[in-house]
């Protein structure tokens, strides 16, 4: 099974700001099945990245991901105030498919 | 417009049965995969596992296997989770999602609220 891990756990930035997120895999995640969801209080997850690097459909351009084989990032160029949510990463390469645990990204 | 609504909130006692419900529309229910997702008060998500309902073909996370038992019926275009015996450690809110290419989701039901509790 693959755990992925997300780093950091919070990250506090301001409005107009960069954001790196990482999320690293205990094995390789085959043809760089990963996505990357947002998710906000009291709302479903919603998608944002698949297959590593491509956009979902209505996703800002502000959004970009990265990364292949263990190392995985979702970058958000500058930060919008509806940017402010809770990250998740998700592999999808191998079974059991498995989420990473999360980085809340909060208003410094 | 593809759509996944979800059966309401539910408040049962430890011991008890429960199956909840994820009904598609506004696409080929029987040849997309759809997937369960936990996530308890507070936590992140958490892989429960997938059926294909064109064949009932059901994949679970060892997390869950034999704790919960996912179903399908194609012909009411309705996806379930249902547990035989509620422990108060099964309250989550319980995602149902549909697959797109090898298994990402894009489409995400409301969410269904269980409550375990004595």
């Known amino acids: 099974e693959i755990v992925l891990t997300q780093s950091p756990g919070t990250l506090s930035l301001s409005p107009g700001e960069r954001a790196t997120l990482s999320c690293r895999a205990s094995q390789s995640v085959s043809s760089s099945n990963l996505a990357w969801y947002q998710q906000k209080p009291g709302q479903a997850p919603r998608l944002l990245i698949y297959?590593?690097?491509n956009r979902a459909t209505g996703i800002p351009d502000r959004f970009s991901g990265s990364g292949s084989g263990t190392d995985f990032t979702l970058t958000i160029s500058r930060l919008e105030p509806e940017d402010f949510a809770v990250y998740y990463c998700q592999q999808y390469g191998s079974s059991p498919r498995s989420f990473g645990q999360g980085t809340k990204l909060e208003i410094k | 417009e593809v759509q996944l609504v979800q059966s309401g909130a539910e408040v049962k006692k430890p011991g008890e049965s429960l199956k909840i419900s994820c009904k598609g529309s506004?696409?080929?229910?029987?040849?997309?995969?759809i997937g369960w997702v936990r996530q308890m008060p507070g936590k992140g998500l958490e892989w429960m596992g997938i059926?294909?309902?064109?064949?009932?073909?059901?994949r679970y996370s060892p997390s869950f296997q034999g704790q919960v038992t996912i179903s399908a019926d194609k012909s009411i275009s309705t996806a379930y989770l249902q547990w035989s015996s509620l422990r108060a450690s099964d309250t989550a809110m319980y995602y149902c999602?549909?697959?797109?290419?090898?298994?990402?989701?894009?489409?995400w039901g409301q969410g269904s609220l269980v409550t375990v509790s004595s």
């Open positions: 506004g696409y080929s229910f029987t040849t997309y995969w």
């Open positions: 999602a549909r697959h797109a290419g090898s298994g990402y989701y894009p489409y």
């Open positions: 059926i294909y309902p064109g064949d009932s073909d059901t």
């Open positions: 297959g590593a690097s």
